[in-house]
Every structure is written in structure tokens, then in C-alpha cells.
T-cell receptor
Framework: ETGVTQTPRHLVMGMTNKKSLKCEQH?????MYWYKQSAKKPLELMFV???????ENNSVPSRFSPECPNSSHLFLHLHTLQPEDSALYLC????????????FGSGTRLTVV | KQEVTQIPAALSVPEGENLVLNCSFT??????LQWFRQDPGKGLTSLLL?????REQTSGRLNASLDKSSGRSTLYIAASQPGDSATYLC??????????FGQGTTLQVKP
């Protein structure tokens, strides 16, 4: 385990389903992030939470809805997704703006059918 | 705008070889530079973190160097093993905390 735990590891959902991805860190970090990694593409930053407040939203469609109830937990709520949303979703955390580096989770492999 | 470039894009070597992965970046105003490993379909595992004031970091068979003035970093892997096969990512952190990823070098170590 890297210190950042993501569940589930794999998820298959239909376009009309509603599901949630969960991320948990117990590193004492004060910022958490969602990244999307599509096949053969670099990581794309989706959302940034710092001290539980959303500080960045990189033009992500509203069918993705993040939630950060506390500094240790981060969720990504999914609804009415499209097949092109199939990707690896990675959660990360950091402290002090990344001075001590970033820690990533193992990811959730999402397939939309 | 920071750009991070990794060369080569892919590398295949026989087991036991020492190898060097290269990373270059255009903006030297970085907080730090981090090397990650990513296995297919998995998350990123941090290998080494070099702060902007540091020149190198070592962990086991891995050694990473940083030359901010020339905008270069190298990851040296000694005595490569088949288990080292993965994609290696060079990532810079800007002074505002933003990550910029290289495209990665995919390494295959043949038994």
C-alpha cells in the first residue's frame, strides 16, 4: 500500500448507472486530487481539494461530481457517464503544496458500457 | 509554460545491464522533481524525490540526478532485472504546486 487507498480497483457501469469512487489517505496530507488517465495519454488533472475546499476544477463535465468530507477522504460521484469516460482514475495527496512530493493511489479502472 | 520531455520513449535491455533514463524540462523554477514507476493499469509508485536544492538522491539500485541550470534529470538503474519492467515517469512540481508529467519511458528488461 502506498498510503493512499482507492476502492474499488475495478468498476464496470452502464451509462445510466450512478456509482462512486472512494479515496482515503492517512498520511496527514492537506490536499487531495483526482486525475484521469486514458489509454496512451498523459494524466489529466480533474479536481484539487486543499484543506477540504475545492480549489481547482479543470473543465470537467458535470457528470463527474467530487466530494471531500474531510482531509482524509475524497469521493468522485459518477452519473450518466459516456463510453469515452472509460479510463484509469487516480487519486493523489500532498502536503504543503507538494514540497514533499505527491503520493498516488493504485487507481480505479473504470469501464463504461 | 513548463514542458517535460523523456527520452527514450521505449527501451529494451537484457537483464543485468545498467541503464539511464533521461528527462528534460524547460522551466528551471521547480519546487522539486519526482520519478515514478507505473505498471500497466496500475497507479504511480514514487521512486525518488529530488528537491530543487539537491543534486541527487539514491535508493537501492536507483540513483536520480538533477541539474536545474541545464533543465535535466537522469534516472540510473543499476543491474537491471525483469521486475524493473514498467513505465517510468519524470514529474516536476512548480512553485505553485502544479505537476507537469513527462510522457514516460517504457522499459522492458529481458531475462
Amino acid at each position: 500500500e502506498t498510503g493512499v487507498t482507492q476502492t474499488p480497483r475495478h468498476l464496470v457501469m452502464g451509462m445510466t448507472n450512478k456509482k462512486s469512487l472512494k479515496c482515503e489517505q492517512h498520511l496527514g496530507h492537506n490536499a487531495m486530487y483526482w486525475y484521469k488517465q486514458s489509454a496512451k495519454k498523459p494524466l489529466e488533472l480533474m479536481f484539487v481539494y486543499s484543506l477540504e475546499e475545492r480549489v481547482e476544477n479543470n473543465s470537467v463535465p458535470s457528470r463527474f461530481s467530487p466530494e471531500c468530507p474531510n482531509s482524509s477522504h475524497l469521493f468522485l460521484h459518477l452519473h450518466t457517464l459516456q463510453p469515452e469516460d472509460s479510463a484509469l482514475y487516480l487519486c493523489a495527496s500532498s502536503q504543503d503544496g507538494g514540497f514533499y512530493g505527491y503520493t498516488f493511489g493504485s487507481g480505479t479502472r473504470l469501464t463504461v458500457v | 509554460k513548463q514542458e517535460v520531455t523523456q527520452i527514450p520513449a521505449a527501451l529494451s535491455v537484457p537483464e543485468g545491464e545498467n541503464l539511464v533514463l533521461n528527462c528534460s524540462f524547460t522551466d528551471s523554477a521547480i519546487y522539486n522533481l519526482q520519478w515514478f514507476r507505473q505498471d500497466p493499469g496500475k497507479g504511480l509508485t514514487s521512486l525518488l524525490l529530488i528537491q530543487s536544492s539537491q543534486r541527487e538522491q539514491t535508493s537501492g539500485r536507483l540513483n536520480a540526478s538533477l541539474d536545474k541550470s541545464s533543465g535535466r534529470s537522469t534516472l540510473y538503474i543499476a543491474a537491471s532485472q525483469p521486475g524493473d519492467s514498467a513505465t517510468y515517469l519524470c514529474v516536476t512540481t512548480s512553485n505553485t504546486g502544479k505537476l507537469i508529467f513527462g510522457q514516460g519511458t517504457t522499459l522492458q528488461v529481458k531475462p
